[in-house]
């Protein structure tokens, strides 16, 4: 009845809204939305005079409108006047704050890394600080989400915070002043050798191309650029405009990057690259990974179908879907697919088919029946249906149990903290390195702490214990199952010595953070990047290159296949 609702009081508010629904629909589902209005109209009258206890008509509505664009696609969503902000920083990268990411842990709200150079930055505010009260009323057990609408708010106005800090006997007192925060689409780039360069793109908020070009520029004027890596990992898009002009760096004017087609005519759009090239020869790399999604996809999808670039990494998300801000009544807003984009084989890279529910609800992928091949400029055979196959596949990194449950309790945070409490200076970030004396600290800090994990062996073997009882099997395997539980208990015990090398990679990135933020966390994660090998490795056998682009390469041994149905899960080994 709640999603019924919803929908109902959607369609008034798209009404009133100026949508003109009325004018567009035909006239038996014009009256299919009266007798639904109706419907509706009568159903929260009768809830608010007699339903036994008080009822909030506004969250059962929330909740009925929420339920229903759910049922549509992810990205269909309802946005209240109160969530605007939250919404416009998405396309504009920019909003009123102190300039600082947080985190839950436990009772407290806590400083994960000030923004170089923000207003957190400059008054002093550190990683490990635990936020105890914001203009004198505690906040000790509020949620992330409260502590950060309370931190966010109009430039210039002034916020007041309690915290406390490792190693400090008293709270500290922070007065900063609120700026327009600005979170960079390029956090960092740079020369990855004597001729080749970097770029980190990790969003395409408004001006993502302008500090494109200038970064591209920059590398060109300073260096014997010969070869540009451009890294997508991790981006999951943002305005379509913008991988449009980006792509428009690299390839001649004139060149169509990508189409959109809708139910409605007016969301049909060419979208053509309209200003001259900055470098139509530069061998070109473009890393990707599942995470690189939409605006991304347009991007790296682009830069196959012309054959302008070779894509490594692994297959992307698979967003085919565009979507418009429309305005609806009291401030609010709707954010609603509108069409699908295509890149300029003509495919679709849509991975998931929305239009076809399964019995139980849930949404599958493309089928592979359905999945259709298409050429490149150069005549290669690449595919629609499910994401990006980049043109040399690697397989994704992925870390253990232990350390992933070492970051993710955030014993690694905790004694980055306390290291940085002890230690003024570290070596730059691209030559820090986390040594034996440094590694056995840690260690010695663990001792006697929670970073209890549970294996897939395990889970296997407590349920095989589990239906073992079930069949009265179980007491004539009693003695193998303690000797299996007991190696495995062996076997985790040894874990820190297995997958020191992952816990010293993870150590080695909190620490910088500390003392180099974003960018210098970034050049430190570059020394033992396997992918940016390949990709420097890709740039430098030119004969290589050009034998991907011609479509005649063979890679050696598939690591991934290109509809691998697991592949989507980043599984712990």
Known sequence: MKRFAGFIVLIFILGLGGSGVHAQAPNQQGFEIMKNLDIYSNLIKELNQ??????????????????????????TNFIPESQVEDYKFITTGQYGGIGSLIHQQGDYVVISEPYEGSPAQKSGLKAGDKISEINGKQVKGKTYEDVSTILKGQSGTT?????????????????????????DNIPYYGMVDEHTGYIKLTGFTQNAAKEMRQAFIKLKEGNDLKGLIVDLRGNGGGLLNEAVDIANLFVERGQEIVSTKGKM??????????SPPVDLNIPLVVLVDHSSASASEILAGSMQDLDRGVIIGQRTFGKGLVQNVVPLSYNAQMKITVAKYYIPSGRCIQAIDYA??????????????LIRAFKTKNGR?????????PDLLTKPRRFSNLALTLYGKYLI???ATNYSSHHATIPPANSFEIDDSLYNSFMDYIKGKDYAYTTKSERALEQLKSEALK??????????????????????????????????????????????YQKGKIEASLKHDPELADAIATLKDSEKYSTILSGKYVQPKPVIPIRAEDDDEDQVE
Do not use: C, W
């Open 50 to 75: 007699d339903y036994v206890d008080e009822i909030n008509p506004g969250e059962l509505t929330q909740k009925g409108i929420d339920a229903m664009l759910e049922s549509l696609d992810p990205y």
């Open 159 to 183: 916020v007041h915070l309690t915290i406390i800090r490792d190693g400090e006997s008293a709270p500290i007192e922070k007065t900063i002043t609120r700026e327009i925060i600005k979170i």
């Open 265 to 274: 005519a007016d969301k049909n759009h060419t979208h053509m690259t309209m």
């Open 356 to 369: 076809h529910k399964k019995k139980d609800g849930t949404f599958g992928k493309i089928p592979d029946s």
């Open 381 to 389: 055979t690449v595919y629609d249906g499910g994401g990006l196959n």
């Open 413 to 415: 945070f905790d004694f």
């Open 471 to 516: 069949e009265n099997y179980f007491d004539a395997m009693t003695e193998e199952y303690g000797h299996l539980k007991s190696r495995m208990e062996k076997d985790k015990q040894d874990d820190l010595k297995k997958y020191n090398d992952q816990i010293r990679e993870l150590l080695k990135m909190e620490i910088v953070t500390r003392y180099y």
